[in-house]
Nanobody, 127 residues
Framework: QVQLVESGGGSVQSGGSLRLSCVAS????????MGWFRQAPGKEREGVAA???????YYVDSVKDRFTISQDNAKNTLYLQMKSLKPEDTAMYYC?????????????????????WGQGTQVTVSS
């Protein structure tokens, strides 16, 4: 059974930083895309950053140069380093793991199938 558990969210002031982590169990990172999505109240879920199977990273324009996605295959952990946070980054952040039978999602220039989702971690940025 695949399980994704996010952590690292919290409340910060504008300009602050946070690092989100997503630990996966029952799942192999190798050969699968991984991604971070976010959903703010009243808005649709948005793909923020993703790593393709070849290691290429993709970012939505609004977070480029501020967020960095990375993964540690040995620890089965996905990270999202966020800096220069803005109030508009406030949202629930979800980790997503790819699988061939998952639904298609687009994250910037990457289209990939994501099948597994974590429970989310809240990020709140105050001005």
């Amino acid at each position: 059974q695949v399980q994704l558990v996010e952590s690292g969210g919290g409340s910060v002031q504008s300009g602050g930083s946070l690092r989100l982590s997503c630990v996966a169990s029952g799942y192999t990172f190798s050969g699968n895309a991984m991604g971070w999505f976010r959903q703010a109240p009243g808005k649709e879920r948005e793909g923020v950053a993703a790593i393709d199977v070849d290691g290429s990273a993709y970012y939505v324009d609004s977070v480029k140069d501020r967020f960095t996605i990375s993964q540690d295959n040995a620890k089965n952990t996905l990270y999202l380093q966020m800096k220069s946070l803005k109030p508009e980054d406030t949202a629930m952040y979800y980790c997503a793991a790819g699988h061939p039978w998952g639904a298609w999602y687009r994250v910037a220039g990457l289209s990939a199938r994501f099948a597994y989702w974590g429970q989310g971690t809240q990020v709140t940025v105050s001005s």
